[in-house]
């Protein structure tokens, strides 16, 4: 079992800035993928942003250039660096990790951005 702790969440101006962390413990062997997902009220979960153990990346077009996702193997932790946020940004950020042959989630962090 993987247990995925979110922090960093809260409320922010629009044009602003935050960063979110996701810390990975338990039984940890060779996370593969380790990503961003987001579900605004009403609507699906969507991804944001991935991130997987050769440095390779992914991002919805909707924050290409805008968020920069990035990972530390060594402390098993995961960041999202939001910038010029939007309120359409504005949802419960969830963490989630692959290990082969299980994909874990976090509990899910709340983003606020204010117009």
């Known amino acids: 079992q993987v247990y995925l702790a979110e922090s960093g969440g809260g409320l922010v101006q629009a044009g602003g800035s935050l960063r979110l962390s996701c810390a990975a413990s338990?039984?940890?062997?060779?996370?593969?993928?380790m990503g961003w997902y987001r579900q605004a009220p009403g609507k699906q979960r969507e991804l944001v942003a991935t991130?997987?153990?050769?440095?390779?990346?992914n991002y919805a077009e909707s924050v290409k250039g805008r968020f920069t996702i990035s990972r530390d193997s060594v402390k098993n932790t995961v960041y999202l660096e939001m910038n010029s946020v939007r309120p359409e940004d504005t949802a419960v950020y969830f963490c989630q990790c692959f290990q082969t042959p299980d994909v874990y989630w976090g509990q899910g962090t709340q983003v606020t951005v204010s117009s």
């Open positions: 338990g039984r940890i062997l060779n996370i593969i993928v």
């Open positions: 991130i997987n153990n050769g440095g390779g990346t």
